[in-house]
């Protein structure tokens, strides 16, 4: 379970703890997997994570960045339940609405600009079998706009199979 200290101070988008603030106040870690989940995890979404997955520990998990071809994603990475992420597939079309800057992105770069952040559970199946089954092997965490983009991108041949795209995976220690 995540300690409630972890949740940032947020009143308003004009009264908020920064960044750095919190880095300090939390005397977080300078190793960078574990900083990058942090930040665009418990940072950005305590209250979301917590509420998906309160049984988390920060120490019983390993964080590393992989790359990945767009294939496997596609194949392999799930959200709850198994839920299919074609969530944002419709924004995915030869005109795009110009205000999608990340589309845009996408579409322009062949790739996301920051990574994904998933639970890697392929090689401990028993950790599956212990948390339910809303838990997939290769189970979303946090980016669910930019794998949707990249899954669609890849259906309708603007990526190929094997372009590679990095992904922060979080891994439980067994």
Same mark, same amino acid.
């Given at each position: 379970m995540?300690?409630?200290r972890? &949740?940032?101070?947020?009143e308003?988008?004009s009264?908020?703890?920064?960044?750095e603030?919190?880095?300090k106040? +939390?005397?977080?870690?300078?190793?960078?997997?574990?900083?990058?989940f942090?930040?665009?995890?418990?940072?950005?979404?305590?209250?979301?994570?917590?509420?998906?997955?309160?049984?988390?520990?920060?120490?019983?998990f390993?964080?590393?960045?992989e790359?990945?071809g767009?294939?496997?994603i596609?194949?392999?990475?799930k959200?709850?339940?198994?839920e299919?992420?074609?969530?944002w597939?419709?924004?995915?079309? &030869?005109?795009?609405?110009?205000? +999608?800057?990340? +589309? &845009?992105?996408?579409?322009d770069e062949?790739t996301?600009?920051?990574?994904?952040?998933?639970f890697?559970f392929?090689e401990n199946?028993e950790?599956i079998m212990?948390l339910?089954?809303?838990?997939?092997a290769?189970?979303?965490i946090?980016g669910?706009h930019?794998?949707?983009?990249?899954k &669609?991108?890849?259906?309708?041949?603007?990526i190929?199979?094997?372009?590679?795209?990095?992904?922060?995976t979080?891994?439980g220690?067994?």
């Amino acid at each position: 379970m995540i300690p409630n200290r972890y &949740k940032r101070y947020f009143e308003s988008s004009s009264d908020n703890e920064p960044w750095e603030e919190y880095c300090k106040r +939390l005397n977080i870690t300078e190793n960078e997997e574990k900083r990058y989940f942090i930040r665009h995890v418990l940072f950005d979404h305590f209250t979301n994570f917590t509420g998906r997955f309160p049984w988390f520990s920060l120490d019983s998990f390993t964080y590393g960045f992989e790359n990945w071809g767009a294939s496997r994603i596609h194949e392999t990475v799930k959200y709850d339940k198994g839920e299919e992420l074609d969530f944002w597939y419709d924004h995915v079309k &030869k005109n795009p609405d110009p205000r +999608l800057t990340l +589309l &845009k992105y996408m579409i322009d770069e062949k790739t996301w600009p920051t990574p994904v952040v998933i639970f890697d559970f392929s090689e401990n199946p028993e950790i599956i079998m212990n948390l339910g089954d809303r838990i997939t092997a290769i189970h979303l965490i946090e980016g669910t706009h930019r794998v949707s983009y990249l899954k &669609k991108m890849l259906i309708t041949g603007q990526i190929d199979g094997e372009s590679k795209h990095s992904i922060l995976t979080v891994k439980g220690i067994v």
